[in-house]
């Protein structure tokens, strides 16, 4: 093969592909290419934050509702060992609602933050109604509010 003035033969022609495979490697990443692609990561990683912190407060009002119905599921326990004549077993037939007010007999607070209250009412057949409410402050602004009803049967 004859070579032009000017080439050496053991260098490749200008097209060859081993030429522009030399190159192209020595290019890398332009600043626009490395750009998009941090702000790619950037948006990724911004939603995985904002994922997590949905997440956790999700957690926590899963956490304080399941506290919330023990706390209630408990008074609901103490009031059906007492007998009627217990003064938490009045019955509310007028006045102050026990349930959106503090009554005497009518209510607890087991740890700041939480209010219990419940109200009594008469049921059928030598029975009483029995609803619990737990409201527990979740954060500084907002409460959780869990309402338990049953029926107490006198023995």
């Known amino acids: 093969m004859a070579s032009r003035c000017g080439e050496s033969a053991s260098r490749p022609r200008a097209g060859s592909p081993s030429s522009r495979a030399g190159r192209d490697s020595e290019h890398g990443f ?7 692609a941090a702000l790619i990561l950037v948006i990724g ?16 009002l899963a ?28 019955v509310w037939t007028s006045g ?9 007999n009518h209510f607890g607070s087991p740890r700041p ?15 009483r ?12 602004t907002s409460m959780r509010i869990i309402d338990v009803t049953t029926l107490l049967r006198q023995w």
Do not use: C, H, Y
């Open 30 to 36: 332009t600043l626009v290419e490395v750009l998009v």
């Open 45 to 60: 990683l911004l939603s995985l934050a904002q994922l997590l912190t949905v997440s956790i407060r999700a957690e926590s």
């Open 63 to 90: 956490r304080n509702g399941a506290e919330a119905t023990r706390l209630a599921q408990g008074q609901l326990d103490a009031l059906m060992k007492a007998s009627f004549a217990d003064p938490r077993l009045t």
């Open 96 to 104: 102050a609602d026990p349930l959106t007010t503090d009554v005497p």
């Open 113 to 127: 933050g939480v209010i219990v209250r419940w109200r009594v009412g008469v049921g059928p057949a030598n029975t």
């Open 129 to 140: 109604t029995l609803t619990v409410r737990v409201l527990m402050q979740n954060g500084t």
